[in-house]
T-cell receptor, first 114, second 117 residues
Framework: DAGITQSPRHKVTETGTPVTLRCHQT?????MYWYRQDPGHGLRLIHY???????DKGEVSDGYSVSRSKTEDFLLTLESATSSQTSVYFC?????????????FGQGTRLTVV | AQSVTQLDSQVPVFEEAPVELRCNYS??????LFWYVQYPNQGLQLLLK??????LVKGINGFEAEFNKSQTSFHLRKPSVHISDTAEYFC???????????????FGKGTMLLVSP
């Protein structure tokens, strides 16, 4: 299994509070991604990173920000959580970002915003 | 941007029966396709991938998929399923980001395979 650790694994938070999810990898892969998984929507890309301090937006980036200060860590922040951000969040990594490269996924973080 | 359509949200099947999970993608000059499996309360695990070459791709756990360019399909099959194959299956396509040289994965909405005794 790829060395990807997401923390926390579960979190309940109140509307309007800031939340940070962490993804830590031990594979030294350059590329990292945050996806959210919702019933009926599959996985949708939130943000991705192609190196330290290099990030870009994905399909559903509104309300989210990311940071990558070290190769091994990719943080996802909800500045002011809303109920629509209740979801399961997955971090993924890949060694290359060419089209023929698969991604490896973490175990997920289940976030509930009440 | 690429897109992926998984036509069935749920597929019930009896143990030891064959199964096919359908996936269609939007056409492109070159395409790279993946199937992932997600067991309950776990992350996604790669089942198989099509990059080039033979259109029949074999993966883990006895699964295989056939790439059909004319039908823009990449259906997943298993000749005899087990209870332990109960999981959600996601088809994904590599999606190039314009003018960047990078690509990400675009996923279908998933198909829940329910295997009963």
């Amino acid at each position: 299994d790829a060395g990807i650790t997401q923390s926390p694994r579960h979190k309940v938070t109140e509307t309007g509070t800031p939340v940070t999810l962490r993804c830590h990898q031990t594979e030294n892969h350059r590329y990292m991604y945050w996806y959210r998984q919702d019933p009926g929507h599959g996985l949708r890309l939130i943000h991705y990173s192609y190196g330290v301090k290099d990030t870009d937006k994905g399909e559903v980036s509104d309300g989210y920000s990311v940071s990558r200060s070290k190769t091994e860590d990719f943080l996802l922040t909800l500045e002011s959580a809303t109920s629509s951000q209740t979801s399961v969040y997955f971090c993924a990594i890949s060694e290359r970002q060419t089209q023929n490269t698969e991604a490896f996924f973490g175990q997920g973080t289940r976030l509930t915003v009440v | 941007a690429q897109s992926v359509t998984q036509l069935d949200s749920q597929v019930p099947v009896f143990e030891e029966a064959p199964v096919e999970l359908r996936c269609n993608y939007s056409s492109s000059v070159s395409v790279y396709l993946f199937w992932y499996v997600q067991y309950p309360n776990q992350g996604l695990q790669l089942l198989l991938k099509y990059l080039s070459g033979s259109t029949l791709v074999k993966g883990i756990n006895g699964f295989e998929a056939e790439f059909n360019k004319s039908q823009t399909s990449f259906h997943l099959r298993k000749p005899s399923v087990h209870i332990s194959d109960t999981a959600e299956y996601f088809c994904a396509v590599s999606d190039p980001i314009l003018n960047s040289g990078y690509s990400t994965l675009t996923f279908g909405k998933g198909t829940m395979l329910l295997v009963s005794p």
